[in-house]
């Protein structure tokens, strides 16, 4: 299946809503900081994660993004401190 690196950022009013955020994510990427996860998703990850957190958030007090990066873009990342790269998963994860 076709993967295509995201990365997701959320700014989350109510600290328990943060944590399910943080948990529900932890399932589809890897946090790289306190609250942005970089994720290989198919389109259909990426469809279930859209639907989850348009139907979990509170539009009026938590902002979400999703920015995609094609493949050369992530040739020209540059980093300061620890890198933390969600690497691409080499084969079908079976869920």
């Not at 306190?34 to 994660?49: A, G, P, R, Y």
């Amino acid at each position: 299946m076709d993967r295509r690196f995201y990365i997701i950022s959320y700014d989350i009013g109510d600290p328990r809503r943060l944590q399910r955020v943080h948990k529900f994510l932890k399932d589809y990427g890897k946090p790289v900081q306190k609250s942005v996860f970089e994720c290989w998703l198919t389109q259909k990850e990426l469809e279930d994660v859209v639907s989850w957190l348009a139907d979990f958030i509170k539009r009026t007090d938590d902002r979400v993004r999703i920015y995609r990066l094609c493949r050369s873009c992530l040739q020209n990342l540059e980093f300061s401190g620890p890198v933390y790269f969600a690497e691409e998963p080499e084969e079908e994860l079976i869920l």
